[in-house]
């Protein structure tokens, strides 16, 4: 193998990581461990201290994003040296910023004891980060330096692309919206989410269409479409639970309480990290004549 | 909320009318030269089962609970009182300045709960927090008029001291590492209250001969409040239910 499907394949795996760490966060945020450690950069002045009750999931989660920013790292010196194209280069370069913002948030959400606007932005950041892998990983496929040679181009957006850019901006409004929801739980914000929930689902339902009916034979984009169709209704449904174990108290406690709503936030972020590469194989596509 | 009831009966003793009349005269911090309130906090209604605690998630923990642990939410005594409600001053002492003990209270961590469980404290007044377990704790304390602090205690034996700088009825303590583990400081400006004991009985100190409102407080079934009036001499017993 060359050294471009070697680097793709490296990128699929951050990305992977990167939706481990999504989910390991939720769990610190859904057992309320998030301080079950109060030292940051160490825990408990150690690199690893007893793993028992909340300190498990608090410094699992410390070490599955230390490795993910040892991978981004990577990552970005391989590209720098490696990568041709200078927008794909300088995206590593952002990946890495924001993953090392992402870490000094989350030591800032211990050091100040939860702050709302830090864990919410903290919240807010790790599905953004998400996104830029995904589009990393789309870059640097074997065949994406051909496949998105017009992708900064200023041509006419088609009405795909304008479609799959807003309903991504959706999305990610309503992943802030259940940051707040799970930093705040204010009655305001879990019904705005519910609300807005509905939007997204119609949007993203529009999108499905607009690229089935738009691009019937082009199935780079028709099946991430129909991917991202499937993870909103299954995201519905989570939602319905995280609501009910979390907010009505369907149980006092137990498994159903903690997964859930950390299921539905990962989800979150895979749904805007396909919503993306829907966004982005759009532009592809408009790349390569038909 | 269920709908239980609990019940104060206080008894009030006004002992003696110097210590009092000195307490009003001076503003002082001599508490006990007034009057003792005590009395009970009855429950009523049935008991509820005590909830038990998995302590799985540590095993130091679990071994010091052979039989298993149970929860201290709601402790019903065996002769129908209630355990750890923090009854209080609430109203009456109104320009009067109390200066805070320079002996602390002794907060600690032992069999992975809190000891005390419900405690009353007063603003400035020390809080030594200690590690007698074989485990590591974060002492996590949430206060909203007073400085939030999450502290470290990895070690056995370990000793720090904090404090409270305002009044505030209660502040939650909590440890992260062990989610069951809670405690309540109620932080005030004097140094009027008790919490009920293992036989729901309570009392206070020192109080000067006047009229108050005392509160009683406990953690699940919320607060009442009652107005009293504490003689020079003779008792005074009273009760109150909730709504």
Redesign the interface.
């Known amino acids: 193998m060359n050294e471009l499907v070697w680097r793709y394949r490296f990128t699929q795996g951050l990305v992977l990581a990167t939706l481990i760490l999504l989910f390991v966060g939720g769990l610190v945020t859904s057992?309320?461990?998030?301080?079950?450690?109060?030292?940051w950069p160490l825990s408990?002045?150690t690199l690893f201290?007893?793993m028992?009750?909340?300190?498990?999931f608090?410094h699992t989660h410390r070490v599955v994003a230390a490795s993910v920013g040892f991978l981004t790292l990577i990552l970005t010196i391989w590209t720098g040296a490696k990568e041709r194209r200078a927008s794909v280069r300088r995206l590593t370069f952002v990946c890495l910023g924001a993953v090392v913002l992402q870490g000094i948030l989350g030591g800032l959400t211990v050091l100040f004891?939860l702050p709302v606007p830090i864990s919410v932005a903290h919240a807010c950041i790790g599905p953004l980060f998400f996104c830029l892998t995904v589009s990393l990983a789309l870059l640097t496929m074997p065949e994406g330096e051909e496949a998105f040679s017009d992708v900064a181009g200023g041509k006419d957006l088609t009405p795909l692309q304008k479609r799959s850019a807003f309903t991504t901006g959706l999305i990610f409004l309503q992943i802030f919206l259940g940051a707040l929801v799970r930093h705040t739980g204010l009655p305001a914000f879990v019904w705005t989410h519910i609300l807005s929930a509905f939007v997204v689902f119609f949007a993203v339902g529009t999108l499905v269409a607009k690229a089935l009916t738009e691009f019937p034979d082009e199935r780079r984009v028709e099946r991430p479409a129909l991917f991202l169709g499937f993870l909103v209704v299954l995201e519905f449904f989570l939602g319905i639970g995280a609501f009910l174990f979390t907010q009505v108290e369907l149980a006092e406690s137990g498994l159903s309480r903690v997964l859930f709503p950390t299921l539905h936030q990962t989800l979150g972020a895979l749904i805007l990290g396909t919503s993306t590469a829907v966004t982005l194989l759009s532009w592809r596509r408009s790349g390569v004549p038909a | 909320m269920k709908k239980l009831s609990f019940s104060i009966i206080g008894l009030i003793l006004a002992l003696g009318l110097f210590g009092a009349s000195a307490l009003f005269f001076t503003n002082a911090a001599k508490a006990q030269e007034g009057s003792l309130v005590t009395g009970k906090v009855l429950f009523e209604g049935t008991a509820p089962a005590p909830l038990p605690i998995k302590m799985d998630?540590?095993?130091?923990c679990l071994l010091q609970h052979a039989k298993g642990a149970t929860s201290e939410e709601v402790v019903v005594n065996g002769n129908g009182t209630l355990k750890n409600v923090f009854v209080y001053v609430k109203e009456g002492l109104a320009g009067q300045k109390f200066e805070a003990p320079k002996e602390p209270v002794v907060f600690d961590q032992k069999g992975c709960s809190y000891n005390p469980h419900v405690f009353g404290i007063m603003a400035n007044q020390p809080l030594e927090i200690l590690n007698s377990d074989g485990?590591?704790h974060?002492v996590?304390a949430l206060p909203k008029a007073s400085k939030?602090f999450?502290?470290?205690m990895?070690i056995q034996g370990m000793k720090l001291t904090q404090k409270f700088t305002s009044p505030e009825v209660m502040v939650k303590i909590k440890?992260?590492?062990?989610?069951w583990m809670a405690a309540y400081a109620g932080v005030l400006d004097h140094p009027f209250y008790g919490v009920t004991n293992d036989q729901g009985a309570f009392e206070i100190k020192g109080l000067p001969a006047g009229e108050y409102v005392l509160e009683a407080w406990h953690e699940k079934y919320g607060s009442q409040t009652a107005t009293v009036k504490v003689p020079e001499t003779g008792e005074v017993s009273f009760t109150f239910k909730s709504a």
């Open positions: 057992t309320d461990s998030g301080l079950a450690v109060p030292d408990y002045g201290p007893p028992v009750g909340g300190i498990r608090e004891l | 998630a540590d095993p130091v485990t590591l974060n996590h939030e999450n502290l470290g990895p440890c992260e590492v062990h989610p």
